[in-house]
Structures are given as structure tokens and as C-alpha cells.
């Protein structure tokens, strides 16, 4: 608390700031856990079904994950 900071509570959280106009800063957009997980979902069937039909080096990504 030492250096130079008072905080306050904002009546109407950030949507009451947004309106006001003030200042906002953001960090980088990122994809919502649920999408990861659909898209690591995606990717280990796909290579499945790759490593049993076309080579299988491509079990070796799905082993990755099974393996974690």
C-alpha cells in the first residue's frame, strides 16, 4: 500500500467504466478454454484415425497427450 495507490470500489464494475469513457487496458485476446479443448480434442481423433490408415507416426501426438 506504500506506494502511492488507493483503491477504490467502482459502483457498476467495468461496464460503468467503459461508459464513462476512461482509460482501459487489455492484454492479448485468447481463445476460450472450451475451444482449446475442442480443438486438442479434434486434433487427437484426427490422428488417430491418420496413425491407423495412413502411418503410424501419426499416433505418436495422441500418445503425447494420453501420455500427460
Do not use: T
Request: net charge positive; aromatic share 12%.
Amino acid at each position: 500500500m506504500g506506494r502511492g495507490f488507493q483503491p477504490k470500489v467502482l459502483e457498476g464494475g467495468m461496464v460503468a467504466w467503459r461508459k464513462a469513457g476512461l482509460p482501459i487496458k487489455e492484454g492479448k485476446k485468447r481463445l476460450p478454454i472450451e475451444r482449446q479443448i475442442q480443438l486438442i480434442v479434434v486434433l487427437v481423433f484426427d490422428r488417430r484415425i491418420a496413425g491407423v490408415f495412413v502411418n503410424p507416426w501419426f499416433l505418436v501426438i495422441p500418445g503425447f497427450f494420453g501420455a500427460g
